[in-house]
């Protein structure tokens, strides 16, 4: 005696898996396009234009963006703490 599922629950099921399936199969499938795409000898993508390079620059710049906020941040911090114990005071 074998236990089978109706078809219109194991449908549910099919269904279910297929759509927690797709969303890891898109992005396999881009990651490993674009992954094509920079080691694709044809494209011969200059160094300045990869990811890697790209990326690097970008956190160079979000680093330089911060370190020149936070060495302004300290002025408006000490500003802050004037207006809070003006506020105190009233």
């Known amino acids: 005696m074998s236990f089978r599922l109706p078809q219109r629950v ?6 279910r898996s297929a ?3 797709d969303p890891l199969l898109g992005i ?20 300045e234009q ?3 390079t790209l990326v690097r620059w970008k956190v160079e710049k979000y680093q330089a963006n911060r370190a ?5 941040g300290t002025s408006s911090d000490t500003e802050l703490s004037k207006l809070l114990a003006q506020v105190k005071e009233k």
């Open 10 to 15: 194991s449908a549910v099921l099919i269904i």
């Open 19 to 21: 759509s927690t399936l």
């Open 28 to 47: 396999f499938t881009g990651v490993f396009a674009y992954y094509l795409y920079e080691t694709n000898p044809r494209m011969a993508l200059p160094p």
């Open 50 to 52: 990869k990811l890697d």
């Open 68 to 72: 020149q906020s936070y060495s302004e």
